[in-house]
């Protein structure tokens, strides 16, 4: 019989991550008598991100952090938004910020994002942010590629020296991933399309002992190329024929993989747990617990 991959379930790890959290917060609230408070903003009624915003909440207040959904006009103005940001900023009481996206089309939503405190960053997104990841002194980082990285740590696998190959480089997945892995001095490769192009992706996904995945087309990533004994994380959502399916062909690479994330139930669901593990991680930062401030 041929053995097949043990799957990584997001669910599971999310569990963990969970007791983590409720720990440091016990710690919190035992030293500072509060737990920290994060504040969503959205400009504009978005049917698309109301079940995200009401998974954040739930999250949240399971674990014991306050949360507050702020909407503003649709009609408000960039320089509304962003005063309304800087308001957030000022309130010691808030101690993470996320800004619902999509913004409405006339305001540029780099410009908000921009406009967010880099300690009060719960998405891990801001420039500031990303500059500390590439320096090794991060305190937050992007929700998705935290997740993605844990999911390939839970293997208990020594991920140091290990040949990592990621594809897709956009800045909420692939490049955050690549920064959290060079701290394990895994070996790093990143793929886009360039490497597609040139006719190179198949022979660095066959190097790959970890494969991790994110660019949004539906098996894209043949089973048959997936090294054997690799873990394989697949980001992608997608959506074929009403099922959602991952950018790695799930049957084919689950032959060959150690260990694989299912799509949906791999990434995903720990993706919201990790943005609560950024708001304590930002409350922390705020007083002073990590020492110097870079
Ligand atoms: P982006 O569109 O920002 O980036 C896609 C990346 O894929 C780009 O770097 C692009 O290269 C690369 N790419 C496109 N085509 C190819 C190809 N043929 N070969 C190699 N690389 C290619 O996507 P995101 O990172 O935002 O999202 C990726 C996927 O992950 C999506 O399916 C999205 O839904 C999912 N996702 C899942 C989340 C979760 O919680 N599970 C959260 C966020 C995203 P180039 O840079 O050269 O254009």
């Given at each position: 019989?041929?053995?097949?991959?043990?799957?990584?379930?997001?669910?599971?790890?999310?569990?963990?991550?969970?007791?983590?959290?409720?720990?440091?917060?016990?710690?919190?609230?035992s030293?500072?008598?509060?737990?920290?408070?994060?504040?969503?903003?959205?400009?504009?009624?978005q049917?698309?991100?109301?079940?995200?915003?009401?998974?954040?909440?739930?999250?949240a207040?399971?674990?014991?952090?306050?949360?507050?959904?702020?909407?503003?006009?649709?009609?408000?103005?960039?320089?509304?938004?962003?005063?309304?940001?800087?308001?957030?900023?000022?309130?010691?009481?808030?101690?993470?910020?996320?800004?619902q996206?999509?913004?409405?089309?006339?305001?540029?939503?780099?410009?908000?994002?921009?406009a967010?405190?880099?300690?009060?960053?719960?998405e891990?997104?801001?420039?500031?942010?990303?500059?500390r990841?590439?320096?090794?002194?991060?305190?937050?980082?992007?929700?998705?590629?935290i997740?993605?990285?844990?999911?390939?740590e839970?293997?208990?696998?020594?991920?140091?020296?290990?040949?990592?190959?990621?594809?897709?480089?956009?800045?909420?997945?692939?490049?955050p991933?690549?920064?959290?892995?060079l701290e394990?001095?895994?070996?790093?490769?990143?793929?886009?399309?360039?490497?597609?192009?040139?006719g190179?992706?198949?022979?660095?996904?066959?190097?790959?002992?970890?494969?991790?995945?994110?660019?949004?087309?539906?098996?894209?990533?043949?089973?048959?190329?997936?090294?054997e004994?690799?873990?394989?994380?697949?980001?992608?959502?997608?959506?074929?024929?009403?099922k959602?399916?991952?950018d790695?062909?799930?049957?084919?690479?689950?032959?060959?993989?150690?260990?694989?994330?299912?799509?949906?139930?791999g990434v995903g669901?720990?993706?919201?747990?990790?943005?609560?593990?950024?708001?304590v991680?930002?409350?922390?930062?705020?007083?002073?617990?990590?020492?110097?401030?870079?």
């Open positions: 019989m041929v053995k097949e991959a043990q799957l990584l379930k997001g669910a599971e790890i999310a569990k963990q991550v969970q007791e983590e959290i409720k720990t440091k917060l016990a710690e919190i609230k030293k500072y008598g509060e737990s920290p408070k994060l504040v969503a903003l959205q400009v504009g009624a049917s698309a991100s109301e079940l995200y915003v009401k998974k954040q909440k739930d999250t207040e399971s674990l014991g952090i306050q949360y507050e959904f702020v909407l503003m006009d649709e009609k408000s103005t960039e320089a509304d938004v962003i005063k309304k940001v800087r308001q957030l900023n000022q309130d010691p009481k808030i101690h993470a910020i996320i800004i996206m999509p913004m409405p089309a006339h305001i540029r939503g780099n410009h908000i994002l921009s967010v405190d880099s300690h009060k960053d719960a891990g997104v801001h420039v500031d942010n990303m500059g990841l590439v320096l090794q002194t991060a305190k937050v980082a992007p929700c998705t590629a997740a993605a990285v844990r999911l390939a839970s293997t208990g696998i020594n991920l140091f020296g290990k040949e990592v190959v990621l594809v897709g480089q956009s800045k909420i997945v692939g490049r991933a690549a920064f959290l892995l394990h001095r895994a070996t790093i490769t990143i793929c886009h399309t360039g490497t597609a192009k040139a190179k992706l198949e022979d660095h996904v066959r190097r790959a002992e970890v494969l991790i995945v994110a660019v949004g087309k539906p098996n894209m990533i043949p089973g048959e190329w997936v090294r004994g690799a873990v394989v994380i697949d980001v992608g959502i997608n959506r074929v024929d009403g959602t399916v991952g790695v062909d799930f049957e084919g690479a689950k032959k060959r993989a150690a260990f694989i994330t299912p799509v949906p139930g669901p720990l993706t919201v747990t990790m943005l609560m593990k950024n708001v991680q930002a409350y922390l930062w705020q007083k002073g617990e990590f020492g110097d401030d870079e």
